[in-house]
């Protein structure tokens, strides 16, 4: 194991630094915060998710959606249902794939997506306040290599890497 914090002098995994710890409690903080913000525009943070991804891509599949969103296929369904009641998604047939809906932001729902942007952006820059320009830089870069490390590998329960 590379990080000498997570294995004894004989290379043996003693105990884990509590990042895993960490993140979680970062990622439950986060989650309210950011809940506290979208609530009033009648937001969850799964819909401000979904909305975003959907106005970064011109086709997609309620799949991918779930995916993206990091919900069930069938949560992502009910979310898209419900956000296509409120206005601010459409559903269309794929033209070239029978089965497939594609799904795509409406105006109204560009215009309630700009009022989360705004709310989540102070959310962030309150987050990182304490940070400097190069630190941000460094900590995105670090989350984007977790993100990747923990995408691409499989850790064994009986091995360590």
Same mark, same amino acid.
């Given at each position: 194991?590379? @990080? ?22 970062? @990622? ?23 909305? !975003?991804?959907?106005? !970064? ?14 919900? !069930? ?84 329960? @009986?091995?360590?890497?």
């Amino acid at each position: 194991m590379p @990080d000498s914090l997570l294995s004894d002098q004989a290379g043996n995994i003693s105990r884990p630094t509590g990042t895993c710890y960490l993140i979680g409690r970062l @990622d439950h903080a986060l989650n309210r915060r950011m809940l506290e913000v979208l609530a009033p525009l009648g937001l969850t943070v799964s819909q401000y998710t979904a909305l !975003s991804f959907l106005e !970064s891509q011109t086709q997609i599949s309620n799949a991918q959606l779930a995916e993206r969103t990091m919900v !069930s296929p069938q949560s992502a369904n009910e979310m898209v249902k419900q956000m296509g009641e409120k206005g601010w998604v459409e559903r269309t047939p794929d033209p070239f794939h029978g089965r497939v809906v594609r799904l795509s932001v409406t105006v109204s729902g560009t215009v309630v997506l700009q009022q989360a942007h705004a709310a989540v952006a102070k959310v962030e820059l309150a987050m990182l306040a304490g940070l400097t320009k190069p630190q941000r830089t460094a900590l995105q870069g670090g989350l984007r290599s977790i993100l990747h490390a923990l995408s691409t590998r499989k850790v064994s329960p @009986d091995k360590p890497d």
